[in-house]
């Protein structure tokens, strides 16, 4: 029985995905469960498994095809045995062999120069010099790779087939690309706009200052077009609380000092998480989002953090934080970091959230106001800890002072709730053994 395999819909907000790779080629036999493709959404690159078992006869769009409609045949299963003429039926249209680059994307081409100019390497979609998603081993074997680790080495200019592979069953992953990059001669890990001609510097308007084109990838466009949505749709304002954090840097070290061979490692970041967590539970009008019928009140805190990838910015969730302990609430974090730096997010891990954690104090920022991650009510902005003159009793002191900032959407929370919350958490940082409680 002939099966086709259509684009999935990976996640709510999904309407188009990039075919990033092919893990299977033509002939291959593939079984249920079997991981097939590697999809870049509008949240991360997933991979796909199969759900049906059979033999992979036909490839309909190309690995590097990007734009994808949700439920477009993409690849056509046929049952070991079925007879392969039935394959006449199903056309490839204008995508290519999977050995070929992805089909011409012109946009960027109109965008990036209206007069006939070069288009800087950075711009192509999938550069045909160096088809790092689509590379091919001296023996025709697939070379599998971390997506990831595939923008890396096209970044570096470098060759997949000169890579060991250290993952799963030899696939190349991020630190496989640091240790090439580190160990190869001068000039073998180039990026892309130093090793390109120059050439590939377009100037659209005469008078223009030279620029290379970069490539936007679905993560990208989603952040920004709803950001954008944000700011324009949503009634910011903005509230700010300095907190001393003395007490709670005592603390924390004297529960890291508790863990055995490094077993964990609390960091700041972890008890502002659950402080928040334990403030919603206080002060629940401000645990809430926004829909067109009501207000969405939660009954537990998950809690989005911002987490900087490579592709721009992700969210993954710490769930029901409130519940947790700091060393689970720790651990949960170091994990999906990583998986959100890997590209290995699955949906219910960075889909939904009550509330939202920017923290940029590692970077030295001293306060700042982010921007609220529709549909939630709140997003809370950290910056650094900081020795500050403080005046207690009447007299000059000095104290380590972290200030944070709550972005509100006015039509969820007002401002009363808001310095309730900020109140509630405040509280919690600067005597951090009430959120143990």
Not at 129 to 143: E, F, L, M, N
Not at 215 to 233: C, D, F, G, H, P
Not at 321 to 342: P, Q, V
């Amino acid at each position: 029985m002939t099966i086709e395999i259509l684009m999935p819909a990976l996640s709510p907000t999904m309407t188009e995905g990039n075919l990033t790779a092919w893990l299977k080629a033509e002939g291959d036999t593939v079984a249920a469960g079997d991981v097939i493709a590697e999809i870049e959404t509008d949240k991360a690159t997933m991979e796909v498994e199969s759900v049906d078992e059979g033999i992979l006869a036909k490839i309909l769009v190309a690995e590097g095809a990007e734009e994808i409609a949700v439920n477009t045949p993409i690849a056509v299963l046929l049952e070991e045995g079925e007879d392969d003429s039935v394959l006449a039926n199903f056309d490839a249209g204008a995508t290519a062999p999977i050995t070929a680059p992805a089909g011409p994307e012109p946009a960027p081409t109109a965008a990036a120069a209206p007069e006939p100019a070069p288009i800087p390497a950075a711009a192509a979609p999938e550069p045909a010099p160096t088809p790092a998603p689509a590379a091919v081993s001296d023996t025709g074997g697939r070379i599998f790779a971390s997506p990831l680790a595939r923008r890396m080495a096209e970044q570096q200019g470098i060759d997949l087939a000169s890579v060991n592979g250290t993952g799963p069953n030899g696939r190349i992953v991020k630190a496989d690309i640091e240790a090439h990059a580190g160990a190869a001669p001068a000039g073998v890990t180039a990026t892309p706009s130093t090793a390109a001609p120059a050439a590939t510097v377009a100037t659209a308007i005469a008078g223009e200052t030279p620029f290379e084109l970069v490539s936007v990838n679905n993560i990208r466009k989603v952040v920004a077009r709803r950001l954008t949505e944000s700011k324009q749709q949503v009634p910011h304002f903005y509230m700010t609380v300095d907190c001393e954090i003395d007490e709670l840097l005592k603390v924390r070290a004297d529960l890291n000092a508790r863990a055995k061979d490094g077993e964990f490692k609390i960091s700041v970041n972890d008890m502002v998480i659950k402080a928040s967590a334990v403030a919603l539970m206080q002060v629940p009008a401000a645990n809430a989002s926004w829909s067109d019928d009501g207000i969405k009140m939660y009954s537990q805190a998950d809690i989005s953090v911002a987490v900087a990838i490579d592709d721009g910015l992700i969210t993954p969730i710490v769930r029901n934080a409130n519940g947790k302990g700091l060393r689970t609430i720790s651990e949960d974090m170091r994990d999906l970091a990583a998986k959100a730096r890997d590209g290995k997010l699955v949906l219910e891990e960075y889909q939904g959230g009550t509330f939202s954690i920017s923290n940029l104090g590692m970077f030295g920022i001293k306060d700042f106001q982010a921007v609220i991650n529709p549909p939630q009510g709140c997003i809370l902005a950290v910056g650094a800890g900081e020795e500050r003159p403080i005046v207690k009793d009447g007299a000059l002191a000095i104290a380590t002072v972290m200030s944070c900032t709550l972005s509100v959407d006015h039509r969820v929370v007002d401002g009363a709730i808001g310095a309730q919350f900020l109140a509630a958490f405040k509280a919690l940082i600067e005597d951090p053994l009430g959120m143990l409680l």
